[in-house]
């Protein structure tokens, strides 16, 4: 038996390159709904085409309430909403995950790419791990990895294969769409990124070996915002200390409970930021 859980965010999605293209709500957000269900479609049928038994889509997109059910693979089940224990790889922790695919995702905060960022659409400039600047990807691989879990497969646009480089070396990459700007790339249509998708993600079913979980290691995580006040209001959490006027850092035993404590940072700091002055 060999089952696949997909992380499916937005930013990444085909055709994405704008806010209101994955803020939920908008106009441009139902337009782009079914290319990024689309996106999704072909990985599950790619994996099934390379032999996987069972497939659930966690959605990790901001309200977790985006790709559309009835229009989803019938082969597939999905997770969807939130307020799960581990948010974007809700599901990895149960130790039935062969292999974890990451789709329509971006790159971190501080680095070019489509809509990059680290949880927040902004306020934050930069997540370090152990002195690395992290993406998502990145903070998901190590939590996947104290399950035992391999990265198999990742999407987005051609910076974030870039750095899917450094967390899943041997994991087929997909670019979707080639970075320009910020708010600006140059996009495959869906035919062409389904078929891409489809055709790696069935070349990446051969890659989902699970293995002994990592041993959890002590993890240095730093993050540094745009604004002297959130760093204050980050402390709130137990064990985040200031390290600079808008840096702050904690140290988590594994990264379990590393982005745990990142999720209430992130949560915190949110609700501290003010309309016309971050």
């Known amino acids: 038996m060999t089952k696949i859980l997909i992380s499916a965010d937005m930013e990444g999605a085909t055709g994405v390159t704008w806010p209101a293209d994955c803020l939920p709500g908008t106009p441009e957000w139902q337009r782009c709904r079914p290319m990024f269900t689309s996106d999704v479609n072909a990985a599950v049928a790619g994996f099934f085409d390379g032999g996987a038994d069972e497939v659930l889509v966690n959605e990790a997109h901001m309200t977790m309430r985006n790709l559309l059910l009835e229009q989803l693979d019938d082969r597939a089940s999905m997770l969807t909403g939130r307020h799960k224990a581990l948010g974007m790889v809700e599901g990895v922790q149960h130790g039935d995950i062969d292999g974890i695919a ?39 691989a190590l939590v996947a990895a104290e399950y035992g879990t391999p990265v198999v497969l990742v999407t ?75 760093a204050g209001a980050a402390t709130v959490v137990p064990g985040v200390e200031r390290t600079g006027p808008c840096r702050v850092a904690y140290t988590a035993p594994g990264m379990y409970e590393g982005i745990r404590c990142f999720k209430a940072v992130t949560t915190l700091v949110s609700a501290a930021v003010e309309e016309w002055y971050g």
């Open 102 to 140: 990451f789709v329509g995702y971006h790159t971190g905060a501080g680095d070019e790419g489509v809509l990059a960022h680290t949880y927040l659409g902004n306020s934050l400039t930069g997540v370090f791990v152990d002195g690395v600047r992290a993406s998502e990807g990145l903070l998901n």
């Open 156 to 230: 987005g646009d051609d910076r974030t294969c870039a750095d899917a480089r450094g967390y899943a070396p041997d994991a087929p990459a997909v670019a979707v769409k080639d970075h320009v700007s910020r708010y600006a790339a140059v996009c495959r249509t869906p035919a062409r990124t389904a078929a891409a998708i489809r055709a790696a993600a069935a070349r990446a079913v051969a890659l989902a070996v699970r293995h002994e979980p990592a041993a959890p290691v002590p993890r240095n995580v730093e993050i540094e915002f745009d604004a002297e006040h959130l």
